[in-house]
């Protein structure tokens, strides 16, 4: 139980355009997601928390009108990169849980912006 | 905001050697959680723990949290080539489930 997948794994896209990246909770419901980004090397930073039903609250530092975060069902959760550059380029990941003690993560979705 | 440390940054062991990672907040935690990152691969769920003093064990793995709810650590007894991987500590002081994550220590297994 409690799986997350992540669609897609990987995607390659130019400078400017915009990429969704899904995350979905397959056997649970999930009524808030987090969202991580983790460069080559380097640690998982909370990029922002995604809420059903609301707004998403983002951490210092994210763009939220760079990064739109959609939380439109219990087991969807969707972070669109606006206008990619290619300093975006990264491991894009998801985490849910059915409570706080046993997050889960989505495998993850590697971006590189050409 | 909250920082956590994780030291060391790398560790290189023979097989059949320990190997410990500490992880330290500057702050009393609500609970910290542990995950594994296989190269490629996303971070897996280890153990959370929650309460001060606790020490849980998962076969080979033993994982503490100190006393003041500060710091804590992962010791792995003889090492095994299927321990390689990255190991992050995540430190949440709000009990809301946004956990600062570690900066990882990245263990490699000489058979």
């Known amino acids: 139980g409690a799986v997350v997948s992540q669609h897609p794994s990987w995607v390659i896209c130019k400078s400017g355009t915009s990429v969704k990246i899904e995350c979905r909770s397959l056997?649970?419901?999930?009524?808030?997601m987090f969202w991580y980004r983790q460069f080559p090397k380097q640690s998982l930073m909370l990029m922002a928390t995604?809420?059903?039903?609301?707004?998403?609250?983002?951490e210092q530092g994210v763009e939220k009108d760079k990064f739109l975060i959609n939380h439109a069902s219990l087991t969807l959760s969707t972070l669109t990169v606006t206008s990619a550059h290619p300093e975006d380029s990264s491991f894009y990941i998801c985490?849910?849980?059915?409570?706080?003690?046993?997050?889960?993560f989505g495998p993850g979705t590697r971006l590189t912006v050409t | 905001g909250q920082q956590v440390m994780q030291i060391p940054q790398y560790q290189h062991v023979q097989e059949g050697e320990d190997f410990t990672t500490y992880c330290n907040s500057s702050t009393t935690l609500s609970n910290i959680q542990w995950y594994k990152q296989r190269p490629g691969g996303h971070p897996v769920f280890l153990i959370q723990l929650v309460k001060s003093g606790e020490v849980k064990k998962q076969k080979r793995l033993t994982f503490q949290f100190g006393e003041a709810k500060k710091n804590s650590s992962l010791h792995i007894t003889a090492t095994q080539t299927t321990d390689v991987g990255t190991y992050f500590c995540?430190?949440?002081?709000?009990?809301?489930?946004?956990?600062?994550f570690g900066d990882g220590t990245t263990l490699t297994v000489k058979p």
């Open positions: 995604s809420n059903e039903g609301s707004k998403a609250t983002y």
């Open positions: 985490s849910a849980g059915t409570g706080f003690r046993d997050l889960n």
């Open positions: 056997d649970f419901q999930a009524t808030t």
């Open positions: 995540a430190a949440d002081n709000t009990n809301a489930g946004k956990s600062t």
